[in-house]
T-cell receptor, first 113, second 114 residues
Framework: TQLLEQSPQFLSIQEGENLTVYCNSS?????LQWYRQEPGEGPVLLVTVVTGGEVKKLKRLTFQFGDARKDSSLHITAAQPGDTGLYLC?????????????FGKGTKLSVIP | DSGVTQTPKHLITATGQRVTLRCSPR?????VYWYQQSLDQGLQFLIQYYNGEERAKGNILERFSAQQFPDLHSELNLSSLELGDSALYFC?????????????FGEGSWLTVV
């Protein structure tokens, strides 16, 4: 069974601070996705990283895929209250004509004004 | 709005009962996925259908079943409900069954078993 562990589980910071959340696995994934989920809504895809060592930027969010494609990080610069939510990483694995997402349990971020 | 519609949004039922959750995928999407989200287990993949055929199974209990109809909507049937089945059930859809296709999630159906 492939497992993804996210840390920290909870994070509460002041507006303007920087933060990093981590997603680690003992398994190799073909790619890794990050989602954000807000209360009362489903997860929304933020980014997909495919290549080991890849770095993608989405405004103030920077996503990195580890060289061995087993881990990833999400760095937020100058966090804003609108960044509050549950951040989920999901490993993508393929097989038997299908592909599946394995989700971590998430990091719940609260940004205090 | 992801374009994925789930009904009902909230449901309270007693142990031992059976419920059906319904999902309409985004227009044009052929693949439908069901996930269960609970506080202790996180988001768990249950089952996937592609153009009416079962494509992949995850951690779906034998008491649960699903199907995808010719019009591509899907239903998840939960029977002999237990307290531990209380969770948020998500339906998601994508155009095709390929990692390059974005999966879009609905808003979920909250199930409370009392």
């Amino acid at each position: 069974t492939q497992l993804l562990e996210q840390s920290p589980q909870f994070l509460s910071i002041q507006e303007g601070e920087n933060l990093t959340v981590y997603c680690n696995s003992s398994s190799v994934f073909s790619s890794l996705q990050w989602y954000r989920q807000e209360p009362g809504e489903g997860p929304v895809l933020l980014v997909t990283v495919v290549t080991g060592g890849e770095v993608k930027k989405l405004k103030r969010l920077t996503f990195q895929f580890g060289d061995a494609r087993k881990d990833s990080s999400l760095h937020i610069t100058a966090a804003q209250p609108g960044d509050t939510g549950l951040y989920l990483c999901a490993g993508v694995s393929s097989g038997a004509g299908s592909y599946q997402l394995t989700f971590g349990k998430g990091t719940k971020l609260s940004v205090i004004p | 709005d992801s374009g994925v519609t789930q009904t009902p949004k909230h449901l309270i039922t007693a142990t031992g009962q059976r419920v059906t959750l319904r999902c309409s995928p985004r227009s044009g999407d052929l693949s439908v996925y069901w996930y269960q989200q609970s506080l202790d287990q996180g988001l768990q993949f249950l089952i996937q259908y592609y153009n009416g055929e079962e494509r992949a199974k995850g951690n779906i209990l034998e008491r649960f079943s699903a199907q995808q109809f010719p019009d591509l909507h899907s239903e998840l049937n939960l029977s002999s409900l237990e307290l531990g089945d209380s969770a948020l059930y998500f339906c998601a859809s994508s155009f095709r069954d390929h990692p390059g296709n974005t999966i879009y999630f609905g808003e979920g159906s909250w199930l409370t078993v009392v």
